[in-house]
């Protein structure tokens, strides 16, 4: 039986993980521009940015005026990052326009990169396995049945090396473990990667030992960084496996200024997983061409070509879309934009064809 999904839940996190990597004097009308785009394309969950202090995220300085300014539209869930009681209540004060309310329930993450952890959350993997009491008693007290863990960076450190399957199932082990002797099951397991060290048979081999060592778990979210170009891979695994929720942005916008990478630890582009799951047969709820021209925002709101794929070859061509016979050459990217520019994009080029030739009529 196959376990390939009917449908995914593909999260963009262009406006939050994109932008807070690029550069801080990016223009809020800019970004205004980008956020309508990206609620063309059929994204049902969108991140505005995130409620951080300016002095370590700049970029994110402008994300009240942002709240205040953008205007929703029908059938988006409009949310934000937030780290702490004060970043939750400046982004709640504009609910329910932005919603930080509603969530995935109760949940812990805990980094198996004690480095990065301490780098990224000023705090070390045993204050954040301490710090899961609280929440685990919070769940308790609220009287739920269901939680969801969050490992962090489960296949290797650019500060450490590579971690083996047995440190990533004992450090799960004992996540679970404190939930369950409150009583609360752990139905959903987040896999989140900062550093890139994920492979598809890595990624393959964790999940099916999770499923198999704790069979009530039933949901997986994965939240990939895409520094040595495997993730698309590791996401098509997941896919095998039944996975539904995975988070990307456009073009492969983001980064991570803790790990090492910066710019350079992008994600899987929107529309390059979004094509995958489409050939696939996987429903998405996006729009391939709407996304490829928020892809276009985009570059122009960064002032840089992003990193995807499908936005600069376009969709493969079908029906009345393929191209022309007599099509000249195409050889600059420009040029291959006449999928969505139309034959203006590659006027004056050379022809491969004489005009005797019978396809030069075509």
């Known amino acids: 039986m196959s376990l390939i999904p009917e449908s995914v839940i593909i999260t963009d996190d262009t406006m939050r993980e994109g932008l ?19 609620g063309e394309t059929g994204a049902k969950v969108i991140a505005i940015g995130s409620f951080a202090h300016p002095k370590w995220t700049p970029q994110m300085a402008c994300i009240d005026e942002i709240a205040e300014r953008f205007v929703p539209k029908p059938g988006i869930r409009y949310t934000a990052a937030v780290f702490n009681k004060k970043g939750y209540d400046r982004a709640d004060a504009y609910y329910p326009k932005l919603d930080v309310r509603s969530g995935k329930g109760f949940r812990t993450n805990v980094e198996l990169c004690d480095t990065f952890a301490r780098r990224n959350y000023n705090r070390s993997q045993a204050q954040q396995l301490a710090a899961m009491d609280a929440t685990i008693e919070a769940a308790r007290a609220a009287g739920v049945t269901e939680g969801g863990v969050g490992i ?7 500060y450490e090396g590579p971690f083996s399957h047995e440190q990533r199932m004992a450090l799960l082990a004992t996540m679970i473990g404190k939930w369950h002797a409150a009583g609360i099951k752990v139905t959903r397991v987040a896999l989140l990667e900062a550093m890139g060290w994920n492979m598809p048979h890595l990624v393959r081999q964790f999940i099916e030992a ?3 060592r704790w069979p009530e778990v039933k ?4 939240h990939l960084h895409n520094q040595r170009g495997a993730t698309i891979a590791s996401y098509y695994e997941a896919l095998l496996l039944g996975v539904r929720e995975f988070d990307t942005c456009l073009g492969g916008m983001g980064g991570c200024p803790y790990c090492g990478n910066g710019r350079a630890a992008g994600q899987v582009p929107t529309e390059d997983f979004v094509d995958l799951c489409h050939e696939m047969g996987i429903e998405t709820g996006y729009n391939l061409d709407k996304l490829i021209e928020a892809v276009a925002i985009a570059e122009e709101v960064v002032g840089h070509p992003l990193w995807g ?7 493969r061509p079908r029906g009345k879309a393929v191209y ?8 600059t990217l420009e ?27 075509k």
């Open 324 to 331: 022309p016979a007599n099509m000249p050459f195409v050889e």
């Open 309 to 315: 794929h499908v936005s600069k070859a376009g969709p």
């Open 210 to 212: 999770i499923r198999e």
């Open 20 to 38: 807070q990597i690029e550069r801080a004097d990016i223009p809020v009308e800019a970004k205004l521009r980008l956020l309508d785009a990206l």
């Open 219 to 222: 949901d997986f979210h994965l």
């Open 335 to 361: 040029e291959a934009a006449h999928f969505r520019k139309g034959p203006a994009a590659y006027a004056g080029q050379l022809s491969p064809w004489s005009a005797d030739d019978p396809l030069f009529a």
């Open 152 to 158: 962090g960076n489960p296949f290797g450190s650019n």
